[in-house]
């Protein structure tokens, strides 16, 4: 765990956005439901000596992490280890608040055994939950030609998918990170390869997608978070790319217990985006319950 702790640091992205949005206040609970390392939750604890805080989180590790992060906060911190498309609270109308950040953490991305980098070398696997069957690495050497291609043109927006997909099943089987990542960057045009963003990047966005259902477990997430807020209450999300944010944007804009807060998404500040690159891409969007 110290070694967890030393070697890998995140930072939450728009706390203070957060913070407002939520109108995070004393007696309150809230539902932290990507908890991570708790930068998030441990910000809303702070506010106030009587604020609660349900966290979840799908990682065995980050609950681990975050469970002596937040020991000071005693019995205001409880804690669910799963998939918060899974979680069902005791009650209707529990929670002040919702917060869902769900952005990949920076101890899995910079993990190597966890495989979510192309950068790094480690096994192909991208499971935020390890208990489960599916990893990447099943996906790249049994899936056929046509099913990749598509999955990296719906989950990757990649425009190169079905040059991919074929390079793919042609020098397969594939077994690291690197290896994928390296044939990737040999089969696309020069132009392509030496852009902005690594060739390899929409091919693991999808990889990951897929392996941990990501779009499907914030669908269900959504349609069931607004019954357990307060009238009144707020659900914040925080996502990173385009397939998430059209989700998030449409299930706020026609669930029948929500209003929209925010017109058009919250993104970091200049300052934020140059001290944390990786919030470059972070929209925050809100919305409050209401009266049915």
């Given at each position: 765990?110290?070694?967890?702790k ?11 956005e957060v ?5 995070v ?6 539902l ?7 930068g ?24 681990k ?5 937040l ?14 498309a ?52 099943d ?18 927006e990649?425009?190169?998918?079905r ?55 914030l ?7 607004p ?9 914040a ?16 804009r ?18 934020e ?20």
């Amino acid at each position: 765990m110290e070694k967890y702790k030393e070697e890998f640091q995140h930072k939450p992205v728009l706390c203070q956005e957060v913070l407002e949005y939520l109108n995070v206040r004393e007696y309150g609970h809230y539902l932290d439901a990507t908890v991570g390392l708790g930068g998030h939750a441990e910000l809303i604890l702070s506010r106030g000596n009587n604020i609660r805080i349900t966290a979840i989180d799908q990682d065995e590790l980050a609950i681990k992490f975050v469970k002596e992060r937040l020991k000071s906060y005693g019995n205001r911190v409880t804690f669910f280890l799963g998939n918060f498309a899974d979680f069902s609270p005791e009650n209707d109308k529990i929670f002040d608040g919702i917060i869902a950040d769900l952005g990949v953490s920076s101890p899995q991305l910079d993990n190597p055994a966890r495989g979510f980098s192309f950068r790094l070398e480690g096994d192909l696997d991208m499971r935020m939950n390890q208990s489960q069957p599916l990893t990447a690495k099943d996906i790249v050497n049994s899936w056929g030609e046509k099913e990749l291609a598509d999955l990296l043109f719906a989950y990757g927006e990649e425009r190169y998918s079905r040059q991919i997909a074929r390079m793919i099943v042609q020098k397969r089987p594939f077994y690291t990170t690197t290896q994928l990542a390296e044939a990737i960057a040999s089969c696309v045009p020069t132009k392509y390869r030496h852009g902005r963003i690594h060739p390899a990047t929409r091919t693991f966005q999808a990889l990951r997608i897929k392996v941990n259902d990501e779009l499907g477990s914030l669908e269900r997430f959504l349609q069931k978070a607004p019954f357990w807020l307060k009238e009144g209450g707020r659900i914040a999300v925080i996502s990173f790319h385009s397939l998430e944010d059209r989700i998030v944007k449409n299930q706020f804009r026609h669930h029948p217990l929500l209003k929209i807060v925010t017109k058009k998404p919250i993104v970091p500040s200049i300052t934020e985006r140059n001290n944390n690159p990786r919030s470059r891409s972070a929209k925050l969007r809100v919305a409050e319950r209401i009266h049915p």
